[in-house]
């Protein structure tokens, strides 16, 4: 059961939610009581007028960048990022393939020699 | 023996109820569908584990859930601790004198400082993104990033059929109200029919809290069950004729109209209804970021690492709300129940309004993508692609069906705007 919080609240977070459940009457009146015909129609034509704006600026917008072409700067072709090299079709720098080639090749004489 | 016993009673079994035995149980067929049907893994996975670690119960005053926030009051001059529980009621409980000193405010600052201060759950911190409404604009923001409008700039009459779908949100909302939920609950479950899990979660924190975990269960599963739902009402509502409709490819769109939407769109959102300037602030916000190629690092930044972080927090953190106190009661099956009928009205307006447009149209729209409308990026669209094929198997109508599975993003975010505006 809560306990009735009165006094002086030095709260950090005091979450207070109205707390309903499911009614027990399932009932027209629980529309009409609470607006909902006028909710639903009220919130669709916000969304319809919103999205029909948006429509109506997309279907202009063309037509307005070609009035404005004049005045605009001209466009860059809306290109991808420029593609990372791939490292495969590199061509590996040949001196440093040799510095690791001869390398390699100390390595290998040197364990040569201390397994004799 | 009496620490062995105290230990005990801290223990799972002592306080876990048949409900939570079956809330785990449920975890785990979610943790089984991500993993053996690939339903939403991304989802359904943190989801379900979440389930399993929000019903493992402890003592009262382990401070161990997401609802233990922590913190202290002061009631009638004495300090007390506070809890928040799963109903949304605030507990107000006297400290236990052994470990607590009682002292009226202003009081002795040697005995205050004996007071140990309650810090709360690590769960309840990682909650406080999900109940303050702080993961789901991130996750809007990752959206922007990598959703491309340009299918809808290139047609602009099917962003209506975006907004058609949206009848599902308060036709449900009546629904809601008929079965005796309060105004804020039903507008929270409205929300179900918009198809768009952060929008659910966002309007649901704002307004009904208390039903954030069933609302965030049944917005989320429905979501993962669209191929099944939708088919069936898209054959029942359309001709073989209308299906077979092919649609005009589209139009190239140009580098300025992709950057010049995301302003203007978001002003005529957010000066129409500005309670959903958070959530589409944050998604054009990244679109913009996208499509500027500007600020490319931020963009990928936004589309992979920072809306997989908070896709983990939000999953885990609503899964571990769904506690069985909470969870299991009969208005989480109402919820269910018009949850689906959302989903089946919301498919059924778009798929409608497609054939009353065509009525007027000389290039006619195949029906089938209205039901795109329904914002379940991109699942909808796959389904519409789908279900053309079944007719024509060279009918695409997978690029068309994006436009208004987009706009039903921006349309399900205005109207949860609007129900935050008018509900509060």
């Known amino acids: 059961m809560p306990s009735r919080l009165t ?15 499911m009614g027990d009457k399932f009932s027209l009146q629980n529309i009409i009581d609470n607006d909902g015909i006028s909710i639903s129609i009220t919130g669709m034509s916000i969304v319809f007028l919103a999205l029909l704006l948006i429509s109506l600026f997309i279907a202009a917008l063309p037509h307005v960048l070609e009035r404005l072409s004049g005045i605009l700067p001209p466009e860059a072709p809306h290109a991808a990022p420029a593609a990372r090299p791939d490292p495969a079709a590199q061509k590996p720098d040949e001196a440093l393939v040799a510095a690791i080639g001869f390398a390699l090749h100390v390595e290998s004489q040197a364990r040569k020699g201390e397994g004799q | ?47 379900g584990f979440g389930i399993i670690v929000g019903n493992i119960v402890g003592r009262d005053d382990m401070q161990l859930d997401v609802y233990s926030s922590g913190g202290t009051v002061v009631q009638d001059g004495e300090i007390v601790t506070q809890k928040v529980t799963g109903d949304g009621d605030v507990l107000a409980e006297n400290t236990d004198e052994e470990k607590y000193a009682k002292t009226p405010v202003g009081g002795d600052r040697d005995v205050r400082e004996k007071i140990k201060f309650n810090f709360g759950s690590v769960l309840a911190y990682l909650y406080f993104g999900v109940s303050q409404g702080i993961f789901p604009p991130l996750i809007f923001l990752g959206i922007g990033a990598m959703t491309d409008f340009s299918t809808m700039l290139s047609n ?23 079965l005796g939920f309060s105004p804020q609950q039903a507008g929270a479950i409205g929300i179900i029919g918009g198809a ?78 500005p309670g959903a300037i958070v959530l589409l602030g944050m998604l054009f916000f990244g679109n ?26 939000l999953g885990f953190c609503v899964g571990a709300s769904t506690q069985a106190q909470t969870f299991l009661k009969g208005q989480s099956l109402g919820i269910f129940a018009l949850g689906a009928a959302s989903f089946a009205v919301a498919t059924a307006g778009g798929v409608l309004f497609a054939k009353v447009m065509n009525l007027f149209l000389k290039e006619k729209i195949n029906p089938l993508v209205g039901a795109a409308g329904v914002s379940a990026v991109p699942d909808s669209a796959r389904v519409v692609q789908m279900v053309g094929q079944q007719e024509d198997p060279h009918n695409m109508l997978l690029m068309h069906a994006m436009a208004p599975n987009v706009a039903g993003v921006i349309g399900s975010a205005i109207a949860a705007g609007v129900l935050w505006s008018v509900l509060t």
């Open chain 2, 196 to 273: 768009d899990g952060p929008t659910a979660i966002f309007l649901s924190a704002k307004l009904a809290p208390e039903l954030l975990g069933a609302i965030a269960i049944a917005a989320y599963s429905y979501m993962a069950l669209v191929p099944v739902i939708q088919p069936p009402i898209m054959k029942l509502l359309t001709t073989q004729k209308e299906r077979l409709i092919r649609m005009k490819p589209p139009r190239h769109v140009s580098k300025r109209e992709r950057i010049i939407f995301p302003v203007a769109a978001f002003l005529i959102c957010a000066v129409i209804a």
């Open chain 2, 1 to 47: 023996m009496d620490t062995l016993t105290k230990f005990l009673e801290t223990t799972g079994f002592a306080n876990m109820t048949v409900g939570n035995v079956i809330m785990i149980a449920i975890g785990i067929t979610f943790i089984s569908l991500a993993i053996l049907k690939h339903y939403e893994p991304l989802l359904l996975l943190p989801i």
């Open chain 1, 7 to 21: 006094g002086q609240f030095h709260a950090i977070r005091i979450d207070k939610t109205v707390k309903y459940v």
């Open chain 2, 156 to 178: 602009p009459r099917l962003v209506l059929l975006g907004a058609a779908a949206q009848i599902g949100v308060f036709l449900t909302l009546i629904g809601a109200l008929f």
């Open chain 2, 288 to 313: 913009l970021m996208k499509e500027s190629m500007v600020t490319e690092r931020l963009a990928q930044t936004a589309r992979t690492a920072l809306i997989d972080i908070v896709t983990i927090l």
